[in-house]
């Protein structure tokens, strides 16, 4: 009998699964989004980011990191299932190591939609247990009831028609700790911010901090999901990590820097709107949005997270504008309410929902 024992059986049965999912995505005219993809990034010691495409050809549209571990690799998030392969690809291109875990910081799906392609290739989802709440509550296809944010999905990703969606199963209500001696993860349920389901990768023996959407480097943020005050609240808790590096969910991966900035943009929101709108009538709200925009555009600090007017309806600006009326009055604005409509389509499109 072949003298192998089961760490390398299982081993190389999960490198044979993967390498027949690169196979599969390598074969044939490169998908849109794989060339335009960019490499993996090392940012430690068998430490990865790499940066997605925020568009709606690209395959990998979330960042991802990963860290290879003595026996394993753990991945941050699980992308699209085309960028779930993407990334399969590049890990491969690195190591034959199995693939066993892909932790999602949240539920969106350019974050978590991946999960299935992870799970054919041997690895587990891993989550807070806030992302099995928040998928029940948007997943209704999933769960039973009439269909959800996964089949609006599929109208525009073709990649989502040929697999399902895949809850975490692994799940965590306030840490996860991975360590093998060499490397330490953290994973970490901070706070309500982008999601009431987020949760951030801490390596505290290389100062690098994974935020998901917690934070990002951009005019990336959505709200219609979480709390902008609680956001404010859960970036301190990130900051008093004291992160050297910080691989955002968006955008390029930066430094501590990059948390005070969001937090920054956040707290000057809420002031500009606190100040501008709070004792306005809702015709009187509206058409001050663009000397609460052009405010935060003079803020060298923060500008970059400003949306640009005339974006059409892929600008989020005024939604957020309206987010935040809510939660300091507890009121909406009648006369504004189409743009929390507006800004998930928004949100929908630049994170890879190419017919949202």
């Known amino acids: 009998m072949c003298d192998i024992n089961r760490r390398q059986f299982l081993a190389a049965g999960t490198a044979f699964l993967s390498l ?7 074969a044939g005219p490169i998908p849109a989004g794989m060339a335009e993809a960019g490499n993996a990034d090392l940012v430690a010691p068998d430490v990865y980011f790499h940066e997605g495409q925020v568009s709606d050809t690209a395959d990998a549209v979330c960042n991802n990191g990963w860290i290879m571990f ?20 590049k890990i491969r291109a690195l190591t034959d190591k199995p693939i066993r875990f892909a932790f999602d910081t949240h539920h969106h799906g350019d974050h978590a939609y991946g999960n ?107 709200v219609g999901d979480g709390d902008v005050g609680q956001w404010v609240t859960t970036l301190d808790a990130a900051r008093k990590l ?53 405010a935060l555009k003079s803020n060298a600090q923060i500008a970059r997270f400003v949306s640009e007017r005339g974006a059409g309806s892929d600008d989020g600006f005024p939604s957020q504008v309206q987010k935040v009326y809510e939660e300091l009055t507890g009121k909406k604005l009648a006369a504004m309410m189409h743009e929390q409509h507006l800004a998930r389509h928004a949100h929908a499109r630049s994170h890879g929902h190419a017919s949202a």
């Not at 003595?70 to 690809?89: Q, T, W």
């Not at 969606?165 to 911010?193: N, T, W, Y």
């Open 242 to 294: 004291g992160a050297k590096i910080v691989c955002t969910g968006h955008g390029p991966r930066s430094v501590a820097t990059v948390l005070d900035d969001q937090q920054a943009f956040f707290k000057a929101l809420r002031e500009q709107v606190g100040t501008a709108l709070t004792n306005s009538s809702p015709e009187e709200a509206k058409p001050r949005i663009e000397s609460i925009r052009a």
């Open 70 to 89: 003595e026996d394993y690799v753990l991945v941050i998030d699980a992308n699209f299932p085309a960028g779930a392969k993407l990334i399969i690809s």
């Open 20 to 26: 027949a999912a690169e196979e599969e995505l390598l």
């Open 116 to 222: 299935q392609i992870f799970v054919e290739n041997g690895g587990v989802p891993v989550a807070h247990t806030g992302v099995i709440e928040e998928m029940k509550r948007y997943e209704t296809g999933y769960y039973g009831k009439q269909p959800g944010r996964w089949e609006a999905a599929t109208k525009g990703r073709a990649d989502l028609r040929t697999t399902k969606l895949k809850p975490p199963s692994v799940l965590f209500s306030k840490d996860l700790i991975f360590d093998d001696g060499k490397h330490r993860v953290e994973l970490m349920h901070l706070g309500v911010a982008h999601t009431h389901g987020d949760a951030v990768a801490w390596l505290p023996k290389e100062g690098i901090l994974f935020t998901g959407d917690v934070c990002v480097n951009g005019p990336y943020n959505y």
